[in-house]
Each structure stands twice: as structure tokens, then as C-alpha cells.
T-cell receptor, first 113, second 115 residues
């Protein structure tokens, strides 16, 4: 059974800092890995999707890496801003579109002024 | 990306009543929809996978007679929580899988509170 863990569970940083969120998964036979953002009481917004054959994806200040063999992914946020405050979730998919996502435990990020 | 809506966004009901939550794919035909549940400060847990025109596939530990799922069209799936109890209070989120893409698009969620 796939298990996905995220460290740390919560993080508070001052504005402007660069930070790294970690995600680990127990079964390396994944199709892709996705990072999401969730604001309190809201749905999910997809940030980055990394296919199993890829090592990293970048979007603006966000960079996600994937080391499939070791079962790890990191989300790097550069020059953090208060608007980045949210819960970040990673999720892995075993198969194609119709296969389920297994979510991590989430990291609650707070960026202070 | 696809736009997914959920209705209602928030519902409060008395214990023992049934509640229906709708999930609509507004601009894509969705052959597959997923229903997740999220308890406070916890991650999303998949409840069931819904395929248009067929019975839903439930995850282990999810009671199919309590959480009725209907996916009668390519744009609408419904989740009915039957005889709701306070422990069913949670945040329910649906997602849509679009053929040919590798991602799912999520609805805004429905907050269910059972008194």
C-alpha cells in the first residue's frame, strides 16, 4: 500500500526566505507526482506535475524535483511571500488519468511579514 | 484547465437526515470522477471512483450503502450521505479526470456539518 509522508508538518518563515518542502513515498512505481496548494476551507490548486521520467519542473518561483528511485520529491519556493501561506500537498499516481491519487499528510506554511 | 463546481458549498443538517452533494464538470466531459473526504488538519482520503454509467468503485473501509454515488452523465456526479451522523462531518471534495491529460481538476469542496 502506497504511503506518502510530508515533512515538516508545519513551517513558519519570514517573508523573503527560500524554503524546501519534502515529500516521500514508499512505492516507487509511480506514474507521476503532483504538488497542490490548498487554502483554508478551499479546494485544491495544482502547482506542478512531474512525470515519472522527469527529474524536475519549474513554474515561476516554484521548483519541484523528483527522485523516483529513492521515493522523494521536494518543492522549493524561492523568495517566499505572505500570499504563499497555505497547506501544500503532494500526491502520487500509480497509473494514468483514471487511477487514484494518494495524498501526503501536507505541510502548513505560514509566511510572516 | 477544467472548471469543476460543487453544490452546496456548505451544508448543516440534523443527525439522521440524508444530504446530496453535486459535482459538475463545467467545460469538459468527465468519464471519471473521484470523491475525497478531508477531516480537519488531515489530508485527502479517496472514498470512491465514479465512472459514467457504471457503479462506483469504493475504497476499503468506505460503506457504499452509506455514501451513495451516482454518475449519470458525463458532467455530473452526486454523492449522497445517507442517515448522516456527526462523525460524517467533514470536507468533501470531488475531482474530475480528463481523458488525455495526466492530472485531475478539483472542485472547491463542500463542508458538511451534522448536528
Amino acid at each position: 500500500k502506497q504511503e506518502v509522508t510530508q515533512i515538516p508538518a508545519a513551517l513558519s518563515v519570514p517573508e523573503g526566505e527560500n524554503l524546501v518542502l519534502n515529500c516521500s513515498f514508499t512505492d516507487s512505481a509511480i506514474y507521476n507526482l503532483q504538488w497542490f496548494r490548498q487554502d483554508p476551507g478551499k479546494g485544491l490548486t495544482s502547482l506542478l506535475l512531474i512525470q515519472s521520467s522527469q527529474r524536475e519542473q519549474t513554474s515561476g518561483r516554484l521548483n519541484a524535483s523528483l527522485d523516483k528511485s529513492s521515493g522523494r520529491s521536494t518543492l522549493y519556493i524561492a523568495a517566499s511571500q505572505p500570499g504563499d501561506s497555505a497547506t501544500y500537498l503532494c500526491a502520487v499516481r500509480r497509473g494514468g488519468t483514471a487511477s487514484k491519487l494518494t495524498f501526503g499528510t501536507g505541510t502548513r506554511l505560514q509566511v510572516t511579514l | 484547465g477544467a472548471v469543476v463546481s460543487q453544490h452546496p458549498s456548505r451544508v448543516i443538517c440534523k443527525s439522521g437526515t440524508s444530504v446530496k452533494i453535486e459535482c459538475r464538470s463545467l467545460d469538459f466531459q468527465a468519464t471519471t470522477m473521484f470523491w475525497y473526504r478531508q477531516f480537519p488538519k488531515q489530508s485527502l482520503m479517496l472514498m470512491a471512483t465514479s465512472n459514467e454509467g457504471s457503479k462506483a468503485t469504493y475504497e476499503q473501509g468506505v460503506e457504499k450503502d452509506k455514501f451513495l454515488i451516482n454518475h449519470a452523465s458525463l458532467t455530473l456526479s452526486t454523492l449522497t450521505v445517507t442517515s448522516a451522523h456527526p462523525e460524517d462531518s467533514s470536507f468533501y471534495i470531488c475531482s474530475v479526470g480528463i481523458t488525455g491529460t495526466d492530472t485531475q481538476y478539483f472542485g472547491p469542496g463542500t463542508r458538511l456539518t451534522v448536528l
